[in-house]
C-alpha cells in the first residue's frame, strides 16, 4: 500500500513546527536536510498494525504488540538528528520495536546494528527490514543495556526505552568523539532525553535536551 505525500508532508510540517523545542541543543532552527529526507522515504504506516494504519502518519506514538510503542516521529527525527551521523558510520541501537527507527537511520549509516529484549517484536521487525529491503541493518533479540560487543565501539548508540542510569556497557562501547542518547528516568515519571558526547581524548560530557515519556528498558541490571 502505497501512502500519499501530503500525509508525509503533513507529518514533516508537525516535526518541523516543534524544533524550538530543541534549538538550543541542536545550535539551529531546522533538521539536518538529509533527516528530513530520511523521514520522508521511510513509510510508516508499514511499521504499525493494519487498524494503527490510518494514524500512521500522526505525530504520536502508537502500539506495535508486547505493550511497546513505535515513537514519535518528531523524537524519532530528533534522536537521529542529534546523534550526528555519517555515511560511514556504524550506530548501535537499544530498542528495535517495530524496526522503524532503525529504517531512518539506515538511510544515514553504513551499518545499523539492533537489539530488542521481546524475540517476537525482533523477528517481526527483521523480517519487515527484509521485505523492505533495508539491507544494512542486523537485528538480535537480547538486553540491549550490555550492548552489543561482537561489533563495537560504534560511531553512535540510541537508546529507545528509558533507563533509570546510563548502562556503562554502552559508554564503553562508543568510539571516542561518538554520542549517545538516552532517555533517562522511570516509567510515568518525568523523564529527560540526555546526549551524551565522548570526546576524542575519552572523556564524557552530558546534556540534558529535553523532557520525553518512553517505555522502561526493561531486564536484570546492576544498579550503578
Ligand atoms: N525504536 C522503536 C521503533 O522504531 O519502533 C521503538 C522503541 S519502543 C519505544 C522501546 C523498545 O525497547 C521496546 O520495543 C522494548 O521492548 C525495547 N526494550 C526495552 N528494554 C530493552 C532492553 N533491555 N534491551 C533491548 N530492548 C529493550
Not at 517495530?98 to 527483521?126: F, M, N, P
Not at 528516568?185 to 540526555?194: A, D, F, S, V
Not at 529535553?210 to 544498579?223: D, I, Q, R
Request: glycine fraction near 8%.
Amino acid at each position: 500500500m502505497n501512502k500519499s505525500t501530503p500525509e508525509i508532508e503533513r507529518m514533516v510540517r508537525d516535526i518541523e513546527y516543534q524544533i524550538p523545542l530543541a534549538s538550543g541543543v541542536l545550535g539551529r532552527d531546522t533538521l539536518d536536510r538529509r533527516v528530513l529526507a530520511a523521514m520522508r522515504k521511510v513509510p510508516r504506516h508499514e511499521f504499525v498494525p493494519a487498524d494503527e494504519v490510518p494514524y500512521a502518519y500522526d505525530d504520536g506514538p502508537l502500539p506495535i504488540g508486547c505493550g511497546q510503542t513505535v515513537s514519535q516521529p518528531f523524537i524519532v527525527a530528533l534522536m537521529t538528528d542529534l546523534l550526528r551521523t555519517r555515511p560511514d558510520h556504524v550506530v548501535l541501537e537499544v530498542g528495535t520495536g517495530s524496526g522503524y527507527q532503525s529504517a531512518v537511520l539506515s538511510q544515514l549509516v553504513k551499518q545499523v546494528y539492533s537489539t530488542e529484549i521481546h524475540c517476537e517484536l525482533a523477528d517481526k521487525a527483521r523480517e519487515r527490514l527484509s521485505r523492505l529491503a533495508y539491507r544494512n541493518v542486523e537485528i538480535r533479540c537480547g538486553d540491549g543495556y550490555f550492548g552489543w560487543r561482537e561489533f563495537a565501539p560504534f560511531d553512535g548508540i540510541i537508546v529507545t526505552a528509558a533507563a533509570p542510569h546510563v548502562p556503562p556497557p554502552l559508554v564503553e562501547q562508543l568510539k571516542p568523539g561518538g554520542r549517545l542518547l538516552i532517555p533517562l528516568g522511570w516509567p510515568h515519571l518525568p523523564q529527560e532525553l540526555l546526549l551524551l558526547e565522548k570526546g576524542v581524548d575519552g572523556q564524557v560530557t552530558s546534556r540534558d535536551v529535553l523532557s520525553v515519556a518512553f517505555v522502561p528498558l526493561t531486564g536484570e541490571h546492576p544498579a550503578v
